[in-house]
């Protein structure tokens, strides 16, 4: 089992920055890749990041060259760099982990999600 926990959410205008993590728990030893999804109002979960446990990163056309997904192993957090926020960014953030067990069995984890307000 793994939990994890997001913070760093908040209310930002447009143009600012913010840096959202992810503390993940548990078995997170097991984990092997890592991302933020995020889901706007009246809108569908949308993959904005990922990053594999060795580093290799993938990014929405939308948010390319703004965001910058990260990870630390060794604390087993993970970290979403928001740079020149737009409003379309406003969203609840949720951090995903997906852990593959020896016998094959992929196990997929969400955190509660974080509030992230772009407004003027």
């Known amino acids: 089992q793994v939990q994890l926990e997001e913070s760093g959410g908040g209310l930002v205008q447009p143009g600012g920055s913010l840096r959202l993590s992810c503390a993940a728990s548990?078995?997170?030893?097991?984990?092997?890749?890592m991302a933020w999804y995020r889901q706007g109002p009246g809108k569908l979960r949308e993959l904005v990041a990922s990053?594999?446990?060795?580093?290799?990163?993938n990014y929405a056309d939308s948010v390319k060259g703004r965001f910058t997904i990260s990870r630390d192993n060794a604390k087993h957090m993970a970290y979403l760099q928001m740079n020149s926020l737009k409003l379309e960014d406003t969203a609840v953030y949720l951090c995903?982990?997906?852990?593959?067990?020896?016998?094959?069995?992929?196990?997929?984890?969400w955190g509660q999600g974080t509030q992230v307000t772009v407004s003027s």
């Open positions: 548990g078995s997170a030893g097991s984990i092997r890749n």
């Open positions: 995903h982990a997906d852990v593959l067990t020896t016998s094959r069995t992929l196990y997929l984890y």
């Open positions: 990053i594999t446990s060795g580093g290799t990163t």
